[in-house]
């Protein structure tokens, strides 16, 4: 079964950006649509932006549209979203996602996703 494994967070200014990397050690990375979420304590998770199995399609929460983008490099099994003018809202654990579908489709529901990261932490302050 495929692992997903974070990096990239941390801590910067309102403002900057952080480009965070899931890689997939031991999978087939072209089998899963893939997804970023995340979460802050006592809310649900929450939908930031997903891409399909081959990377045609993404789609956006609306409150990070215009300051995030998802790709990923099936040659490296690695899932990327760079994020740009970074608010202090954007605070939280973001999380990887995957789901086994087919090329084409994408979903921005959490519970369509069977496989998850363990999370990086994201902290937007002065």
């Known amino acids: 079964q495929v692992q997903l494994v974070e990096s990239g967070g941390g801590s910067v200014l309102p403002g900057g950006s952080l480009t965070l990397s899931c890689v997939t050690p031991?999978?087939?990375?072209?089998?899963?649509?893939m997804a970023w979420f995340r979460q802050t304590p006592g809310k649900e998770r929450e939908f930031v932006a997903c891409?399909?199995?081959?990377?045609?399609?993404?789609q956006y929460s609306d409150s990070m549209r215009d300051r995030v983008a998802i790709t990923r490099d099936n040659a490296k099994s690695t899932l990327y979203l760079q994020m740009n003018n970074l608010r202090p809202e954007d605070t939280a654990v973001y999380y990887c996602?995957?789901?086994?579908?087919?090329?084409?489709?994408?979903?921005?529901?959490?519970?369509?996703?069977?496989?998850w990261g363990q999370g990086t932490q994201v902290t937007v302050s002065s």
């Open positions: 996602a995957a789901h086994s579908a087919g090329g084409f489709a994408y979903y921005t529901e959490a519970y369509d996703y069977e496989l």
């Open positions: 031991g999978g087939t990375f072209t089998d899963y649509a």
């Open positions: 891409i399909s199995r081959v990377g045609v399609t993404q």
